[in-house]
């Protein structure tokens, strides 16, 4: 489906930051003829008013739809009946639920992995075992499925150890225990159901040394390509305190990743869980987002998620100046070697998240959002996450990362004084905002 050179409909699937980037992006190509998204959300639903009026085909076309994406079936009759010809999977629990898979068996193009390929997002210590049989560089680690062997495995780590819940926690299953005492509690808190299902088995890491960074690359299960960089603030308060989040701000591109850098990582890192993959009959195709720690014996990876980071591809399509659409559809029907690498600015951006009072706690639900046009100045973008409209049209908020504020420039402090100042415009009473994202890159690329 979707001969290459044509407009075709798209089918975008999800709701946040980052399909709201995505479907910003995506409707900037000249190959979407109308867009989709299930179920989107009230920024997305601008993205796409904004696509027909440029085109001069009404309302008629494209929609938020509600669907369950469960319903495998529903979703492949949704395709069929709007003649959707790419469909991209934008959070993570579609595609360990095997919706790829699926939508392939009827036919359709798709930019995501299958469910055993999406095993490297949906079980960390399938990653780990991976690794381990692959020669990836990451930190050591034992699997537990029950508490007690969890406890006897502390006494072959040091301080602080890492200990993560195995399966999906929406980016909270991570402690980092700095005591022996933190270390039992967190693996009790696990197993005691805590995080739900994900805690049904753990992993316990050594703790590892150095500067996080993030790294992207695109696989159609052979060809790989590079597709920018970023790093993260997950602590949800300034100076990286507070717990872990799903993320509180990003920048791109990250200068610690260096390009010798990036190289070792496609080498040692990425390539080798591809051919991985790829050699177990189960070929990755989409983007593969290695979680890296630079450390002193060279990058180790600290995780994969399945999908593009949120809010790390806000950073992203922000700076991407080829069309998302012949990227992912190529990327999609295992053709990515016959198109050209995606070329990024140079310029950096950055975004940071406006959060609920709560999170990453029970956030406050309800708060009316007002001034995202008065924002939305000198280039600014304000991707929605957690909101909804009221009955009465009011902008609400309705989960705990609700806004991601982005903008670029001709340096990060630029970007950085761009997106706070359009904070600024925001009125949002019962949101709150880190206020030292990039803090680190700045003094580091200070003269």
């Given at each position: 489906m979707g001969a290459e050179g044509k407009a075709m409909n798209i089918l975008l699937l999800g709701g946040g930051g980052r399909e709201h980037a995505l479907a910003w992006?995506?409707?900037q190509s000249p190959r979407c003829a109308a867009l989709w998204a299930a179920p989107g959300n009230p920024g997305i639903a601008d993205a796409i008013a904004d696509l027909n009026t440029r085109r001069d085909q009404g309302a008629a076309l494209g929609a938020c739809i509600s669907m369950d994406l469960t319903d495998h079936a529903a979703v492949i009759a949704f395709c069929g009946a709007q003649d959707i010809g790419l469909v991209v999977i934008g959070p993570e629990a579609p595609l360990v639920d095997g919706l790829a898979d699926s939508l392939r068996a009827g036919g359709f193009a798709v930019f995501g992995p299958g469910r055993a390929a999406a095993q490297l997002e949906g079980s960390k210590g399938f990653t780990k075992d991976l690794c381990a049989r692959a020669g990836i560089p990451t930190a050591g680690f034992v699997r537990a499925s029950d508490a007690l062997v969890a406890h006897e495995a502390l006494a072959g780590f040091g301080?602080?150890?890492?200990?993560?819940?195995?399966?999906?926690?929406?980016?909270?299953?991570?402690?980092?225990?700095?005591?022996?005492?933190?270390?039992?509690?967190?693996?009790?808190?696990?197993?005691?159901?805590?995080?739900?299902?994900?805690g049904a088995a753990v992993v316990i890491e050594e703790f590892m040394?150095?500067?996080?960074?993030?790294?992207?690359?695109?696989?159609?299960?052979?060809?790989?390509?590079?597709?920018?960089s970023a790093q993260d603030h997950k602590r949800v308060g300034d100076g990286d305190t507070g717990p872990n989040t799903g993320g509180m701000g990003a920048y791109s591109p990250a200068s610690v990743l260096t390009p010798a850098?990036?190289?070792?990582?496609?080498?040692r890192i990425i390539a080798p869980t591809v051919k991985a993959l790829a050699d177990a009959g189960t070929p990755y195709s989409g983007v593969l987002f290695a979680g890296l720690m630079l450390t002193a014996e060279g990058p180790k990876l600290i995780e994969y998620n399945c999908r593009f980071g949120d809010?790390?591809?806000?950073?992203?399509?922000?700076?991407?100046?080829?069309?998302?659409?012949?990227?992912?559809l190529a990327c999609a029907e295992d053709r990515l070697g016959a198109?050209?690498?995606?070329?990024?600015?140079?310029?950096?951006?950055?975004?940071?998240?406006?959060?609920?009072?709560?999170?990453?706690g029970v956030p406050t639900k309800g708060g009316r959002i007002e001034g995202i046009a008065d924002a939305e100045v000198d280039g600014a973008r304000v991707f929605q996450a957690g909101t909804a409209l009221s009955a009465a049209g009011a902008l609400t908020a309705t989960g705990g990362r609700v806004l991601n504020v982005s903008a670029s420039g001709k340096t990060v402090r630029e970007a950085r004084d761009s997106v706070y100042n359009a904070i600024g415009a925001v009125r949002y009473a019962d949101g709150f905002w880190r206020h030292d994202i990039a803090d680190r890159e700045l003094k580091r690329l200070k003269p």
């Open positions: 992006k995506l409707a301080l602080p150890v890492v200990i993560k819940a195995d399966g999906l926690a929406a980016g909270k299953g991570v402690i980092i225990a700095q005591t022996r005492a933190e270390a039992e509690a967190a693996i009790d808190d696990m197993f005691g159901g805590g995080f739900g299902s994900a040394e150095g500067e996080e960074a993030s790294f992207f690359a695109l696989t159609d299960g052979a060809t790989i390509m590079a597709f920018g850098l990036e190289a070792e990582t496609l080498t809010p790390e591809c806000q950073v992203l399509m922000m700076r991407l100046e080829s069309d998302l659409v012949e990227v992912l198109i050209a690498p995606p070329v990024f600015s140079p310029d950096p951006a950055l975004t940071v998240v406006i959060a609920a009072k709560g999170y990453p």
